[in-house]
């Protein structure tokens, strides 16, 4: 950015200004960083973040860019009216402000964002002048900032340039806390971007006694001809003068003064009227965009040309003239109203009320509105004994207005504000409060909605973002930063639709109306729910280039060629299965031999010998397999077709023998690889070895001695799914950008599945969403993250499931194996490839459903908005609490739908419904006694309904 000209845009630009700034400098690119900008259509945003960082800043080059000229970038206004004006800034500009300054080695305060006109100038200030910049804490909360700038002005803050409005807050928020608070150690205070009260200068006297007290006239329409005026109070002077008296600082620069109607007025007959600044006809700004454009029939207009050729800009301030280059501002012009032929500035009558009310009242503002009433704004004074009422104010100040010989102002209406509130200027929201003025009524029905907490966190920022747009969309400035109920505001089907349009265009992300529409959804539920949608932060994110392992562990001699011709093994001798102990490898075994009656299974387990492998199969089957049937024929029919394979997945051959492994290959058709490590927070590298290179020899076994069908048992979160609004398909995924390392693990392998199959091995790929449960026990594993999840809620009486959209997909294990089954006996399985076993209809269940079951089952759980339950659980942590966060984040990341139209094609039969699964799954759980007993208990099932039954997990923790 060296050399090139730039543009800073303010953080709150709504999209409509920032395509229009974008399209009048044909802007193509926005840089950010701690600060991601909504979508701009046609402009591409781009991350500083990923540009490493230089150890030295190298020298501006006129070979990279083009000729300098003395505008070094563009200002922008902050756009609180409409879209933005941008102007050239000049290098020059800042002149002014170190002449002003002129303290070597000072500390400067920059209170304002850094697209302002002052922030620039006093950052270029600043490091001429060799001095500190100051910067407070980054929030979007007046108070918490205004705080954060007392702590400097604590720790020694010897300059502080700001709005008078913000002073005033700064000073209120500090006697608030401290009644006799004085910062002794400030030289300069430095006062723009408003009109100065004189009142905020003497407060400014008392709280700074040390200090230079500046207040600088100027604007970014008049900084374009250096015309800036200064007010000095000497840090010695102790009284303030009755007026302000502003003398321009720059020679060359004119003052006029022009009528309502942009005609000039003559000095000897009037020195009151609307400022004009003019600089000689030769001066190069005449060939600004600005004036060459300027409509010269707008009199009013803020540049244009006198009659003579000198470019002018006017102010839109009224003043009194002193002398040629000295005057005092009386008000906006656009602040004067005529009342009974008179005219009154509504600035000098919010002055009066400061300044002789403020026993009551802590600030107020004078706005007339479209309708040509005059409606008063305060906020009313913290800590007096008697709040007054809005009629007792209106007296109040009528009768000030009268004992001060002011024409008689008709106030038609008045109520109070908890604070003003500012914009990213730290100036007054003016136009935020000209749309309170002219919404009384809707402002008085939006006060009962509470106000958004607001401090220094994303959730904080979003939620007022979404407040601020479903304020815009309805047209009712008074909800803007509250959290109202978006159902119960006058939201329907058409403005919720604009709602998630503009939710969209702002933050990327896109939330049905209905969503928006449901019971009990504010701009705060809204926000966590889109910061779920947009968090591309990985919980285990990848160590290792996914795609690089797949490559590195591909092995070309898995191939089809040099093998007998395959033949479909329609009734195989052998079958080999891995991860016959775990949770879905004991009703695999059951339903694999029950298919194949006259086929050996050979189960790869980890044990000491053959028959180790033998009974922790038949223990595990034992837990899980309840069907008394099942079981007999396990024991007695099925037994003498099993054989113990003791090995480890990671090792080579699986830590078979040669005899073995040559056995294996010779006497075997078929190979279900269902085993691997299962840690939800491993990363890849921990778990690599059985789940990667146990496929890679899975692969080498199904292609040594004769092809044998390999069916893989994977997952669904091998596929992207975040913001994913529809169904995942049945297709290979290239894309490995995956939270933690088991899916990434299973990604590598499913990779490694796909090559071998373009070299002609016959496999399928088979994704299992959440296996929980079988069907009529509810038989579960009780290390599975549901249960943990469910569990944990149930002990702290408290789920996130108010207003959440999250929906789960699972299916019970029975259901899985005979799925699994299924496919591994159909030949066209091998065409159709890649399977998803869960369906788009029984297989859903919501999460919010899955907590109203444990409440009809005599559990108490109250729900509460996500952002809620994570400030409880912050509130009182433990070892319980702190293993929800990431169960809550794994569940949201499962909220998907599922396609599978290659299963059905196979296996019509659909899951059974997920509600009842769960309920079963619940009253397995509480017979286990893996959950707390229920204080209020439902129909409990009869000892004799209910087989003997035991806890299995998979780590073997009770």
């Not at 920032?18 to 926005?30: F, G, T, W």
């Not at 879209?83 to 002149?95: A, D, E, F, G, H």
């Not at 500090?174 to 300069?188: A, C, F, L, P, Y």
């Not at 169960?887 to 998907?896: N, R, Y």
Request: aromatic share 8%; with cysteine; charged share 20%.
């Amino acid at each position: 950015m060296l050399g090139k000209k730039t543009i800073n845009f303010g953080l709150n630009l709504p999209p409509a200004a920032r395509k229009a700034v974008c399209d009048r400098y044909s802007i193509k690119y926005i840089l950010h960083h701690c600060v991601k900008p909504g979508r701009t259509q046609g402009v591409t945003l781009v991350d500083a973040s990923t540009f490493p960082m230089l150890d030295d800043i190298p020298l501006p080059s006129l070979e990279a860019c083009e000729p300098l000229d003395e505008f070094v970038t563009y200002l922008s206004t902050s756009g609180t009216t409409g879209i933005p004006k941008t102007y050239k800034y000049s290098s020059l500009s800042p002149t002014s402000l170190y002449k002003s300054i002129g303290i070597i080695n000072i500390s400067i305060g920059l209170s304002q964002a850094p697209s302002f006109t002052m922030t620039l100038g006093l950052l270029l200030t600043t490091l001429n002048l060799r001095g500190s910049a100051w910067i407070p804490d980054t929030t979007s909360n007046c108070v918490e900032k205004v705080r954060s700038i007392s702590k400097m002005l604590n720790d020694g803050l010897e300059f502080m340039g700001l709005p008078p409005s913000f002073l005033k807050l700064i000073i209120g928020v500090g006697v608030s806390e401290n009644r006799h608070i004085v910062w002794r150690r400030t030289r300069k205070i430095l006062l723009g971007s408003e009109i100065v009260p004189r009142s905020v200068v003497c407060e400014a006297r008392r709280r700074f006694p040390n200090a230079e007290i500046q207040s600088v006239y100027g604007s970014s329409e008049s900084a374009l001809i250096g015309a800036g005026a200064y007010f000095s109070l000497p840090a010695d002077a102790t009284e303030v003068p009755p007026t302000l008296v502003y003398k321009l600082s720059k020679p060359g620069v004119r003052c006029h003064i022009i009528d309502e109607h942009g005609n000039f007025i003559d000095r000897r007959f009037s020195n009151s009227g609307v400022l004009v600044f003019a600089v000689d006809p030769d001066h190069p700004v005449k060939d600004h965009p600005s004036f060459v454009n300027a409509d010269p029939d707008n009199k009013i207009g803020y540049f244009g040309f006198l009659s003579d050729g000198s470019p002018r800009v006017c102010t839109m301030d009224w003043v009194e003239m002193v002398s040629e280059n000295e005057f005092t501002v009386v008000g906006r012009f656009d602040q004067k109203v005529k009342v009974n032929g008179v005219y009154v500035d509504l600035n000098a009558l919010e002055e009066l009320v400061n300044q002789n009310l403020n026993h009551s009242i802590a600030d107020c503002a004078f706005v007339m509105t479209s309708e040509k009433r005059i409606v008063m704004l305060y906020v009313p004074q913290s800590g007096p004994a008697i709040l007054l009422s809005p009629a007792n104010i209106i007296l109040m100040t009528e009768e000030l207005f009268a004992l001060s010989n002011v024409a008689k102002v008709p106030i038609h209406n008045c109520f109070a504000l908890e604070r003003f509130p500012f914009n990213d200027s730290n100036k007054r929201d003016l136009k935020k409060l000209r749309l309170f003025a002219e919404n009384v009524e809707q402002y008085t029905a939006s006060v009962v909605y509470p106000a958004l907490r607001i401090d220094n966190t994303l959730l904080s920022r979003v939620a007022a973002k979404i407040s601020q747009i479903g304020s815009r969309v309805l047209g009712r400035a008074a909800l803007d930063g509250r959290n109202y109920y978006i159902g119960g505001v006058g939201f329907d089907s058409l403005s919720a639709g604009r709602l998630a349009l503009a939710i969209k265009d702002e933050l990327d992300v896109e939330i049905s109306p209905l969503i928006l529409l449901s019971n009990g959804m504010t701009p705060t539920d809204v926000a966590q729910l889109a910061i779920d949608m947009l968090d591309d932060r990985l919980m285990v994110p990848p160590t290792v280039d996914l795609y690089q392992e797949a490559v590195r562990f591909d092995d070309a001699g898995v191939t089809a060629d040099g093998l007998p011709r395959f033949v479909y093994p329609d009734n195989p001798r052998g079958i080999v299965l891995t991860g016959a102990t775990g949770f879905l490898g004991a009703f695999l075994l059951y339903e694999l031999a029950s298919r194949f009656p006259s086929a050996k299974i050979y189960c790869l387990v980890r044990a000491k010998d053959e028959q180790a492998a033998i009974d922790r199969i038949f223990d595990t089957a034992s837990k899980l397999i309840l069907n008394q049937q099942q079981m007999h024929d396990l024991e007695h029919n099925i037994r003498p077709r099993i054989v113990g394979l003791p090995g480890d997945l990671a090792q080579d051959k699986w830590g078979l023998s040669d005899e073995r492994w040559q056995e294996i290959s010779e006497q075997s058709d078929v190979i279900v690889h269902n085993g691997a490590e299962v840690h939800w927070l491993y990363n890849y590298e921990a778990l690599k070895g059985p789940n990667v290179l146990g496929t890679a020899t899975a692969l080498r076994l199904a292609t040594t001695h004769h092809l044998k069908p390999l069916h893989y048992i994977s997952t669904i979160g091998t596929l992207p799914m975040k913001g994913s609004a529809q169904p995942l398909e049945e297709r290979m995924s290239l894309n490995w950008n995956l939270s933690g390392g088991y899916a990434q693990t299973k990604w590598v392998s499913e990779q490694l599945v796909h090559k071998a199959r373009s070299r002609g091995v016959p496999v399928t790929i088979i994704r299992p969403a959440a296996i929980v449960g079988e069907s009529r026990y509810g038989a579960c594993n009780v290390d599975d993250y549901i249960w943990r999840y469910v569990k944990g809620c149930i002990q702290i009486g408290i789920a996130p499931s108010h207003a959440t959209p999250v929906t789960l997909t699972m299916d019970p294990v029975d259901h899985v194996a005979k799925v699994v089954t299924a496919i591994v006996a159909s030949e066209q399985a091998l065409s159709n490839f890649v399977f998803h076993v869960s369906d788009s209809e029984n297989s859903l269940i919501a999460e919010k459903k899955i907590f109203e079951i444990v409440n009809a089952m005599g559990w108490r759980v109250i729900f509460e908005t996500r952002e809620q339950f994570k400030i409880l659980l912050h509130s009182a942590p433990s070892v319980e609490t702190n293993a929800l966060f990431p169960l809550m984040h794994m569940l949201m990341d499962m909220s998907v739908q599922v396609d599978n139209p290659n299963t059905r094609s196979i296996y019509p039969t659909p899951s059974p419904p997920a509600e009842n699964v769960v309920e079963r799954c619940l009253r397995f759980l509480d017979r286990v006694k893996y959950l707390p007993a229920p204080p209020e208990p439902v129909s409990p099932l009869q000892t004799d309904d209910y087989p003997d039954v035991s806890v299995f997990g998979r780590t073997g923790r009770n």
